[in-house]
C-alpha cells in the first residue's frame, strides 16, 4: 500500500506535464477536429446501411447485432480517422510524441467494440456491469496503470477464515459469474429450440429435457464461477444444509410446484396442446413452466395455473389419449308431439351441423321419460376438435333442432301451473 501511493502520485505527475506540453495541445486540437467529420460521415452513412439492414428477416440475432453496430456507427469512423492520423504523424514524424493520438484510438475502438458486444447481452442489468467493468479494465490496460489499479484493489479486503476476499476479487467473481450465467442462458435457449424441433419426442419429453438441460447449465454455471475465485467447493456443504432447511419451511410451495412440473412432464398426463376443465376454467394448454401452466381460454384470457393444482385437484382432459369426445344436449317437445318423428328429426338435425361426426358415431337421440310439461330427450353426438369450444357447437345443434321443429310444427313447451281454491273467495264489490 505504501509502495502504491508515490507510484499513483508520480503517474498523475507525468500526465499533467505532457497535458501542459505544446504537442499535447496539438493532438487534443486534432481529436477534436476529427470527431466532426467522424459523426458526418455517420449520418451520411447510416440510413444507407439501415435500409439494407431491413431486408434481414430470418435472423433475428444477426439484425440485432447490426442495429447495435449502426448506433455507434460514428465511434467506428472516429477510430478509423484516428488511426489515419497515427499512421500519418508516425510517418512524417510530427508531432515526434503522438501518444495521445494512439490512445485516444484505441480508446475509441475499445468503446466502440464493448458498446457493441455488450448490446447483445438482452439483460440490462448485465448488459451495463458488463460495459462498466470491460471498460474500466481496458481502459486502465491502455493507459499502463491496471497493475497499480490491481495492486490497490487487492490490498483492500478482508479475510474470512484461511480466504481472503478483497475489492479485486469481488469484481472477478461478478465479471465471471455475470458472462458464465449469460452463455448459460443464451445456449440453454439454443439448445431448447433444437429440442424442441426434434419430431421422433413427444411434446412432454421435449418440455422436460429443455428443463433439466437449462437448470444444469445454470448449475453449472454456478459452481465454475465460485470455483474461478478461489473459494473451495466443500466449504459449502454447511451452507448447502441451511439452504436445504430454508426450502423445505420458507419455499414449500416453490418446491412443490416444482416437483409437480416434473411429475407432470414425466407421466405425461397434459401436454402442450391439450384441451382441459380445471374447476371453471377451460382451454387448451398453451405452455408448461417450470412454476405453472399457461392456459388459454376461449375469450384469450391466459391463465398461470399452479402444477400442483393439476396433481391435487381433480382435471378434465379433453385430449388425453383421443380428441373424439361425446356431448349431450338435453331437450324437451310437448305431449302432442309423435316421439319417434321427434328422434328422427333430432338425429337429422344433428348430423347437419358441421362439426358433428356423423359418420364415425352418428348421433342418437333417446326419449328419457315424461316430464311436468314435456316429453323429455337426450340427444347424444360426437366431436374431433375440442379444442374450438364445447358451448358453441352446443349451441349450433340446438339452432339446428328449433329450424327443424319448428318447419314440422313440433312445439317446445314451457311449464304450466294449475292452481286449485279449496275454499270459497268473496270478492267484495263497491255498489
Given at each position: 500500500?505504501?509502495?502504491?501511493?508515490?507510484?499513483?502520485?508520480?503517474?498523475?505527475?507525468?500526465?499533467?506535464?505532457?497535458?501542459?506540453?505544446?504537442?499535447?495541445?496539438?493532438?487534443?486540437v486534432l481529436i477534436v477536429v476529427i470527431f466532426l467529420p467522424a459523426w458526418l460521415l455517420a449520418r451520411k452513412i447510416k440510413p444507407i446501411l439501415e435500409q439494407?439492414?431491413?431486408?434481414?428477416?430470418?435472423?433475428?440475432?444477426?439484425?440485432?447485432?447490426?442495429?447495435?453496430?449502426?448506433?455507434?456507427?460514428?465511434?467506428?469512423?472516429?477510430?478509423?480517422?484516428?488511426?489515419?492520423?497515427?499512421?500519418?504523424?508516425?510517418?512524417?514524424?510530427?508531432?515526434?510524441?503522438?501518444?495521445?493520438?494512439?490512445?485516444?484510438?484505441?480508446?475509441?475502438?475499445?468503446?466502440?467494440?464493448?458498446?457493441?458486444?455488450?448490446?447483445?447481452?438482452?439483460?440490462?442489468?448485465?448488459?451495463?456491469?458488463?460495459?462498466?467493468?470491460?471498460?474500466?479494465?481496458?481502459?486502465?490496460?491502455?493507459?499502463?496503470?491496471?497493475?497499480?489499479?490491481?495492486?490497490?484493489?487487492?490490498?483492500?479486503?478482508?479475510?474470512?477464515?484461511?480466504?481472503?476476499?478483497?475489492?479485486?476479487?469481488?469484481?472477478?467473481?461478478?465479471?465471471?459469474?455475470?458472462?458464465?450465467?449469460?452463455?448459460?442462458?443464451?445456449?440453454?435457449?439454443?439448445?431448447?429450440?433444437?429440442?424442441?424441433?426434434?419430431?421422433?419426442?413427444?411434446?412432454?419429453?421435449?418440455?422436460?429435457?429443455?428443463?433439466?438441460?437449462?437448470?444444469?447449465?445454470?448449475?453449472?454455471?454456478?459452481?465454475?464461477?465460485?470455483?474461478?475465485?478461489?473459494?473451495?467447493?466443500?466449504?459449502?456443504?454447511?451452507?448447502?444444509?441451511?439452504?436445504?432447511?430454508?426450502?423445505?419451511?420458507?419455499?414449500?410451495?416453490?418446491?412443490?410446484?416444482?416437483?409437480?412440473?416434473?411429475?407432470?412432464?414425466?407421466?405425461?398426463?397434459?401436454?402442450?396442446?391439450?384441451?382441459?376443465?380445471?374447476?371453471?376454467?377451460?382451454?387448451?394448454?398453451?405452455?408448461?413452466?417450470?412454476?405453472?401452466?399457461?392456459?388459454?381460454?376461449?375469450?384469450?384470457?391466459?391463465?398461470?395455473?399452479?402444477?400442483?393444482?393439476?396433481?391435487?385437484?381433480?382435471?378434465?382432459?379433453?385430449?388425453?389419449?383421443?380428441?373424439?369426445?361425446?356431448?349431450?344436449?338435453?331437450?324437451?317437445?310437448?305431449?302432442?308431439?309423435?316421439?319417434?318423428?321427434?328422434?328422427?328429426?333430432?338425429?337429422?338435425?344433428?348430423?347437419?351441423?358441421?362439426?358433428?361426426?356423423?359418420?364415425?358415431?352418428?348421433?342418437?337421440?333417446?326419449?328419457?321419460?315424461?316430464?311436468?310439461?314435456?316429453?323429455?330427450?337426450?340427444?347424444?353426438?360426437?366431436i374431433r376438435d375440442p379444442q374450438r369450444g364445447l358451448t358453441n357447437v352446443r349451441g349450433m345443434v340446438l339452432l339446428a333442432l328449433w329450424d327443424t321443429f319448428?318447419?314440422?310444427?313440433?312445439?317446445?313447451?314451457?311449464?304450466?301451473?294449475?292452481?286449485?281454491?279449496?275454499?270459497?273467495?268473496?270478492?267484495?264489490?263497491?255498489?
Amino acid at each position: 500500500m505504501e509502495s502504491l501511493i508515490p507510484a499513483i502520485t508520480e503517474f498523475f505527475q507525468e500526465l499533467v506535464e505532457q497535458l501542459l506540453h505544446p504537442e499535447t495541445g496539438l493532438q487534443l486540437v486534432l481529436i477534436v477536429v476529427i470527431f466532426l467529420p467522424a459523426w458526418l460521415l455517420a449520418r451520411k452513412i447510416k440510413p444507407i446501411l439501415e435500409q439494407q439492414a431491413r431486408k434481414i428477416k430470418d435472423s433475428p440475432g444477426l439484425l440485432r447485432l447490426i442495429v447495435a453496430f449502426l448506433r455507434r456507427l460514428k465511434w467506428f469512423f472516429f477510430a478509423l480517422l484516428l488511426a489515419i492520423a497515427y499512421l500519418l504523424t508516425t510517418i512524417t514524424e510530427w508531432p515526434k510524441n503522438n501518444y495521445l493520438i494512439e490512445n485516444a484510438m484505441l480508446l475509441a475502438v475499445a468503446w466502440w467494440g464493448i458498446s457493441v458486444v455488450a448490446h447483445v447481452i438482452r439483460s440490462r442489468l448485465l448488459r451495463k456491469a458488463f460495459t462498466i467493468i470491460a471498460w474500466s479494465y481496458v481502459a486502465a490496460t491502455i493507459l499502463g496503470i491496471s497493475t497499480e489499479i490491481g495492486e490497490l484493489m487487492d490490498t483492500a479486503g478482508f479475510s474470512v477464515g484461511t480466504y481472503r476476499l478483497s475489492v479485486l476479487t469481488l469484481l472477478q467473481g461478478a465479471l465471471i459469474f455475470s458472462l458464465l450465467m449469460w452463455a448459460a442462458i443464451n445456449l440453454g435457449d439454443f439448445l431448447d429450440r433444437r429440442i424442441q424441433k426434434i419430431d421422433e419426442l413427444t411434446p412432454s419429453l421435449r418440455v422436460l429435457i429443455g428443463k433439466v438441460t437449462r437448470i444444469t447449465l445454470l448449475i453449472f454455471a454456478i459452481l465454475v464461477a465460485i470455483s474461478s475465485v478461489g473459494i473451495d467447493l466443500t466449504a459449502l456443504t454447511v451452507f448447502s444444509g441451511a439452504v436445504g432447511v430454508g426450502i423445505g419451511f420458507g419455499l414449500q410451495k416453490v418446491v412443490s410446484n416444482f416437483i409437480s412440473g416434473i411429475i407432470i412432464l414425466m407421466d405425461q398426463s397434459i401436454k402442450p396442446g391439450d384441451t382441459i376443465s380445471l374447476g371453471e376454467t377451460f382451454g387448451w394448454i398453451r405452455e408448461l413452466r417450470a412454476r405453472f401452466v399457461s392456459v388459454v381460454t376461449r375469450d384469450g384470457r391466459e391463465f398461470l395455473i399452479p402444477n400442483e393444482d393439476f396433481i391435487t385437484t381433480q382435471v378434465i382432459n379433453w385430449s388425453f389419449s383421443d380428441k373424439y369426445v361425446r356431448l349431450d344436449v338435453p331437450f324437451g317437445v310437448s305431449y302432442n308431439s309423435d316421439p319417434h318423428e321427434v328422434s328422427r328429426l333430432a338425429i337429422e338435425a344433428a348430423g347437419q351441423v358441421g362439426r358433428v361426426d356423423a359418420t364415425r358415431n352418428p348421433p342418437v337421440c333417446w326419449m328419457t321419460g315424461f316430464g311436468d310439461s314435456s316429453l323429455d330427450f337426450l340427444l347424444r353426438f360426437w366431436i374431433r376438435d375440442p379444442q374450438r369450444g364445447l358451448t358453441n357447437v352446443r349451441g349450433m345443434v340446438l339452432l339446428a333442432l328449433w329450424d327443424t321443429f319448428k318447419e314440422h310444427d313440433i312445439n317446445i313447451p314451457f311449464p304450466h301451473r294449475e292452481i286449485i281454491m279449496r275454499s270459497p273467495v268473496e270478492i267484495e264489490t263497491k255498489s
